[in-house]
């Protein structure tokens, strides 16, 4: 896997939140739960992991 040195790189800033979101779903180890306005989801998550919130 390359690395991308994004740090001080204004590249991914001009990307839309969406886009973003829908690459990483294509990625092998993202799991992604979509809910619904106005519903509410509990999580249980066993580490290492990293929760990403994403309202857009």
Do not use: Q, W
């Not at 896997?1 to 740090?7: E, L, N, P, S």
């Not at 180890?29 to 309202?55: C, H, M, R, S, W």
């Amino acid at each position: 896997m390359k690395d991308i040195d994004v740090c001080g790189n204004d590249m991914l800033n001009e990307v839309p939140t969406h886009v973003l979101v829908e690459e990483l779903r294509k990625r092998s180890g993202v799991e992604t739960t979509d809910v619904d306005p106005y519903d509410d989801k509990v999580f249980e998550v066993n580490g290492p992991a990293i929760v990403l919130v994403v309202i857009d």
